[in-house]
């Protein structure tokens, strides 16, 4: 159903907004809520060469506003679209104006932008005029229908909205130049009336693409508006075409206007005052020549701004006792549920969290490791053990601890390109997959049987030794279980060939542990095993296992908290953290040798399949 040309927007009104802007939106949304708006008000957005949706909220429920990479396509996909609000800059509104006017559907454009050149907006104008369209702006919040339809952030917040009434339709039709004036002239219209029914700011810019005669013209024209509010400014002679215009009667409706900018005469002359267009340079463009002549004509002008709101319930008052105005009854609006960011910016809520994290912050003023910020931690040199004794466990440990850990990492890093890392990296590398992905099929070989067995390590032999289990006690009992000890034994290292990865952390925990108990019960345990084969002698899982038991035990720290880490299996990061640089330099040197997809030979496989019948 089609609107009269006097109504610019009603609550079936549509909009395309240019831009992104979610924010304005969403306020045009929150208002539609309010007002009770079968529909929401924003068709889409712009975005250009972009496509896709936006969630927002429609009260408490969330709903999707489409983005589309053009006009046409938005327009041609939503033909109750009849609003453009143009956000774009003052370098590009003008093109993308001039775009949305030729397309029929579209009744009303609004340019936010301010600044742009005079020529251009006179163009704007001219053509909106031969294609019957109509412009509100450049440089303006825009306009809005009480109860209906506002243009993006036109009144402020929602609780500006509903204390200026502006949630259901008044009697009255408010005009001016200035979008701040505006909103605070639908406040005094709230105070002093039963509300206002439809606001426009045409903008400030010295040439916009509509008058504030053209709009009060349309006030009058619309039988519900029954009174007329006007703000006019120095600089120009707009003012001086209503004055025509009530003269000759084209206006009828009682008018109350302030034209503002009386104190110009007490600064330098030419003085821009606060609009592009608000200067006098002639006499007949001062305020003061304007009020008296629209008070001569019969506009209700009060003697100064401070007495508008009078002026505006005189004249409503009026109006009521005449019967001109039954004053609209009152509405309460639904609730607007406050977005959460906000209401934690106030201070208004609390809830509980999902995560709790003890070891980092990042929501400080500064990123802190544990407590120590990150300034200290560069600035004091940490070293990476210490750096990593900060997130593991919390504290900084002291040189030899940290030191213990740093060489666990570089004897960890790599073990050659066959171990089962090193070589899912190689082949997922070849098979042409990024880094992440490459480096996640090795950690994934990680487990009891390569590395993992750090952690298993330390937890069999600290059970065994908190028991009181004697070596052969120990190695008795996993017998009898039938499992096989974590930690002890190497495919091809031995008591004649031993492991210099084992003999070099045992050599420093000699030097730098306050004491090596678990090392020294394994050690005894070794010399059992590898009694009987002389490959089964206490490895490098095993050997940092252990050693991590006795760092804990010469840090001082509590069994319930030496307890904890080894339960949870945390003494694998050290190979795993270790082993990942490995796997990142066996990726970047599969990638610079560019090596082909990997197929591993036929005749390295033993096919043995059953004889068909």
Same mark, same amino acid.
């Given at each position: 159903?089609?609107?009269?040309?006097?109504?610019?927007?009603?609550?079936?009104?549509?909009?395309?907004?240019?831009?992104?802007?979610?924010?304005?939106?969403?306020?045009?949304?929150?208002?539609?809520?309010?007002?009770?708006?079968?529909?929401?008000?924003?068709?889409?957005?712009?975005?250009?060469?972009?496509?896709?949706?936006?969630?927002?909220?429609?009260?408490?429920?969330?709903?999707?506003?489409?983005?589309?990479?053009?006009?046409?396509?938005?327009?041609?996909?939503?033909?109750?679209?009849?609003?453009?609000?143009?956000?774009?800059?003052?370098?590009?509104?003008?093109?993308?104006?001039?775009?949305?006017?030729?397309?029929?559907?579209?009744?009303?454009?609004?340019?936010?932008?301010?600044?742009?050149?005079?020529?251009? %907006?006179?163009?704007?104008?001219?053509?909106?005029?031969?294609?019957?369209?109509?412009?509100?702006?450049?440089?303006?919040?825009?306009?809005?229908?009480?109860?209906?339809?506002?243009?993006?952030?036109?009144?402020?917040?929602?609780?500006?909205?509903?204390?200026?009434?502006?949630?259901?339709?008044?009697?009255?039709?408010?005009?001016?130049?200035?979008?701040?004036?505006?909103?605070?002239?639908?406040?005094?219209?709230?105070?002093?009336?039963?509300?206002?029914?439809?606001?426009?700011?045409?903008?400030?810019?010295?040439?916009?693409?509509?008058?504030?005669?053209?709009?009060?013209?349309?006030?009058?024209?619309?039988?519900?508006?029954?009174?007329?509010?006007?703000?006019?400014?120095?600089?120009?002679?707009?003012?001086?075409?209503?004055?025509?215009?009530?003269?000759?009667?084209?206006?009828?409706?009682?008018?109350?206007?302030?034209?503002?900018?009386?104190?110009? =005469?007490?600064?330098?002359?030419?003085?821009?005052?606060?609009?592009?267009?608000?200067? +006098?340079?002639?006499?007949?463009?001062?305020?003061?020549?304007?009020?008296?002549?629209?008070?001569?004509?019969?506009?209700?002008?009060?003697?100064?701004?401070?007495?508008?709101?009078?002026?505006?319930?005189?004249?409503?008052?009026?109006?009521?006792?005449?019967?001109?105005? =039954?004053?609209?009854?009152?509405?309460?609006?639904?609730?607007?549920?406050?977005?959460?960011?906000?209401?934690?910016?106030?201070?208004?809520?609390?809830?509980?969290?999902?995560?709790?994290?003890?070891?980092? #912050?990042?929501?400080?003023?500064?990123?802190?490791?544990?407590?120590?910020?990150?300034?200290?931690?560069?600035?004091?040199?940490?070293?990476?053990?210490?750096?990593?004794?900060?997130?593991?466990?919390?504290?900084?440990?002291?040189?030899?601890?940290?030191?213990?850990?740093?060489?666990?990492?570089?004897?960890?890093?790599?073990?050659?390109?066959?171990?089962?890392?090193?070589?899912n990296t190689i082949v997922t590398a070849r098979a042409g997959r990024d880094l992440m992905s490459s480096v996640a099929a090795?950690?994934?070989?990680?487990?009891?049987?390569?590395?993992?067995?750090?952690?298993?390590?330390?937890?069999?032999?600290?059970?065994?030794?908190?028991?009181?289990?004697?070596?052969?006690?120990?190695?008795?009992?996993?017998?009898?279980?039938?499992?096989?000890?974590?930690?002890?034994?190497?495919?091809?290292?031995?008591?004649?060939?031993?492991?210099?990865?084992?003999?070099?952390?045992?050599?420093? %925990?000699?030097?730098?542990?306050?004491?090596?108990?678990?090392?020294?019960?394994?050690?005894?345990?070794? =010399?059992?095993?590898?009694?009987?084969?002389?490959?089964?002698?206490?490895?490098?899982?095993?050997? !940092?296992?252990?050693?991590?038991?006795?760092?804990?035990?010469?840090?001082?720290?509590?069994?319930?908290?030496?307890?904890?880490?080894?339960?949870?299996?945390?003494?694998?990061?050290?190979?795993?953290?270790?082993?990942?640089?490995?796997? !990142?330099?066996?990726?970047?040197?599969?990638?610079?040798?560019?090596? +082909?997809?990997?197929?591993?030979?036929?005749?390295?496989?033993?096919?043995?399949?059953?004889?068909? #019948?």
């Open positions: 159903m089609s609107r009269p040309d006097y109504l610019l927007f009603d609550r079936n009104t549509r909009a395309l907004v240019y831009g992104l802007q979610t924010k304005a939106v969403q306020r045009m949304l929150d208002f539609d809520y309010c007002c009770r708006r079968d529909t929401p008000s924003v068709g889409g957005m712009i975005d250009a060469g972009k496509s896709g949706s936006e969630k927002m909220f429609w009260g408490k429920k969330e709903i999707f506003i489409p983005i589309y990479p053009d006009i046409k396509t938005a327009l041609q996909e939503n033909a109750d679209i009849d609003v453009f609000i143009n956000f774009a800059s003052f370098r590009s509104a003008y093109d993308t104006t001039l775009e949305s006017m030729t397309f029929d559907q579209i009744r009303t454009v609004v340019v936010i932008a301010e600044g742009i050149p005079e020529r251009q %907006a006179r163009h704007l104008r001219a053509v909106s005029q031969q294609r019957g369209k109509v412009i509100i702006g450049p440089a303006t919040v825009g306009g809005i229908t009480a109860g209906a339809f506002k243009v993006a952030n036109t009144g402020g917040t929602i609780e500006s909205i509903i204390e200026s009434k502006l949630h259901r339709p008044g009697s009255v039709g408010f005009v001016s130049k200035s979008g701040g004036m505006s909103n605070e002239a639908y406040n005094i219209v709230a105070l002093n009336t039963d509300g206002l029914y439809e606001g426009v700011a045409i903008g400030g810019d010295a040439y916009a693409g509509s008058t504030l005669l053209e709009h009060l013209l349309r006030f009058e024209a619309n039988p519900a508006i029954k009174m007329l509010v006007c703000l006019g400014e120095v600089g120009g002679e707009e003012e001086w075409s209503i004055v025509e215009a009530v003269k000759s009667k084209k206006i009828t409706k009682p008018l109350v206007m302030w034209v503002t900018g009386t104190s110009i =005469k007490h600064m330098p002359k030419g003085i821009q005052f606060g609009h592009a267009g608000a200067k +006098a340079d002639a006499a007949r463009e001062t305020a003061e020549a304007k009020n008296a002549a629209l008070r001569e004509v019969g506009v209700v002008v009060p003697e100064s701004f401070d007495d508008y709101d009078k002026a505006i319930k005189t004249t409503y008052d009026k109006l009521v006792k005449k019967g001109v105005i =039954k004053p609209a009854a009152d509405v309460k609006p639904p609730v607007i549920p406050m977005d959460y960011a906000e209401a934690v910016a106030r201070n208004l809520v609390r809830k509980p969290t999902n995560f709790t994290c003890t070891i980092s #912050d990042d929501s400080k003023d500064e990123l802190l490791y544990a407590g120590h910020k990150i300034s200290k931690i560069i600035g004091e040199n940490y070293t990476l053990g210490e750096t990593i004794g900060l997130l593991w466990f919390k504290e900084r440990l002291p040189l030899w601890a940290a030191e213990f850990m740093e060489i666990v990492l570089k004897l960890c890093a790599d073990h050659g390109p066959a171990v089962s890392g090193a070589h090795g950690l994934l070989t990680i487990g009891p049987r390569f590395g993992g067995a750090v952690a298993g390590a330390a937890l069999m032999f600290k059970d065994a030794v908190d028991q009181g289990q004697t070596p052969q006690q120990f190695i008795s009992v996993m017998k009898k279980k039938n499992i096989k000890i974590q930690g002890i034994g190497h495919r091809i290292k031995s008591l004649k060939n031993p492991d210099m990865r084992v003999e070099l952390l045992k050599e420093y %925990a000699r030097k730098n542990f306050p004491k090596t108990r678990l090392l020294d019960y394994a050690l005894e345990v070794e =010399k059992l095993t590898s009694a009987k084969k002389d490959t089964l002698i206490l490895n490098v899982d095993g050997a !940092i296992g252990v050693l991590s038991v006795d760092m804990m035990q010469g840090l001082g720290w509590d069994e319930a908290r030496i307890q904890s880490v080894v339960d949870s299996g945390g003494l694998n990061g050290l190979f795993l953290l270790g082993r990942t640089i490995g796997m !990142i330099g066996h990726y970047m040197d599969q990638n610079r040798q560019k090596a +082909a997809l990997y197929r591993h030979p036929w005749d390295d496989i033993l096919y043995d399949l059953p004889v068909a #019948d």
